[in-house]
């Protein structure tokens, strides 16, 4: 009996060699080597590749260009279309003052025409400036024609802009017509000039008529 039993071990002894060879047979498609192969220790450990280069894309010199090269032009773009947008403000201001501005221009200018020195009226008309925000750019007055009189009036304005040497560059007109006792209007006008041009706006003549 005891014979049996110690001779059972060294049946089974070739079925585990057997089954450690095939564990090392399914693991060599992932491990170099399975227990021998140098005997250092060190079958785990590889070598690291170099990096397939022919998989990498792009140029960062070029890249980085055109970057820069976008940058400029979506400035360039940007400057041109704040330009636009502060044209197109002007001219919507002007075209929503110059069909009333036209009429009072011309017949303002026609009132002045035969007056001598400031006029009559100068103390019952005042200027303030509009901001440049507002205006799109364009130079522009507010006039402040108040009838301070105790009966109806009408009256005509001139506003000239003058240069940093006192020069007049630019004549406009404006006026009120048939205001009440102590009614007050308040009408534009803008100046022509260039908006780089530093002027300076100043009552000339005020007539009540």
């Given at each position: 009996m005891l014979s049996l039993r110690r001779g059972r071990p060294r049946r089974l002894r070739p079925l585990a060699v057997a089954s450690t060879a095939l564990t090392c047979s399914l693991?060599?498609?992932?491990?170099?080597?399975?227990?021998?192969?140098?005997?250092?220790?060190?079958?785990?450990?590889?070598?690291?590749?170099?990096?397939n280069t022919a998989s990498f894309t792009g140029s960062p010199p070029s890249a980085l260009a055109s970057s820069a090269s976008s940058a400029a032009a979506s400035a360039r773009a940007s400057a041109s279309a704040a330009a636009s947008s502060a044209?197109?403000?002007?001219?919507?201001?002007?075209?929503?003052?110059?069909?009333?501005?036209?009429?009072?221009?011309?017949?303002?200018?026609?009132?002045?025409?035969?007056?001598?020195?400031?006029?009559?009226?100068?103390?019952?008309?005042?200027?303030?400036?509009?901001?440049?925000?507002?205006?799109?750019?364009?130079?522009?007055?507010?006039?402040?024609?108040?009838?301070?009189?105790?009966?109806k009036a009408s009256y005509a304005v001139q506003i000239d802009f003058e240069d940093s040497n006192h020069h007049v560059v630019e004549t406009r007109y404006t006026g009120a017509e048939n205001l009440e006792p102590g009614q007050k209007q308040q009408p534009i006008v803008f100046s022509r000039q260039p908006p780089e041009r530093k002027l300076t706006p100043r009552l000339a003549k005020a007539q009540r008529y």
């Open positions: 693991a060599a498609g992932v491990l170099t080597g399975c227990g021998g192969g140098g005997g250092n220790g060190s079958t785990g450990s590889r070598t690291p590749s170099t990096p044209s197109a403000r002007a001219s919507e201001f002007e075209a929503s003052v110059s069909a009333e501005s036209a009429r009072r221009e011309a017949t303002a200018e026609k009132k002045l025409k035969g007056v001598k020195g400031q006029g009559n009226a100068l103390s019952e008309v005042g200027m303030s400036g509009m901001p440049k925000a507002q205006t799109g750019g364009v130079l522009a007055v507010l006039v402040n024609i108040t009838n301070k009189t105790d009966r």
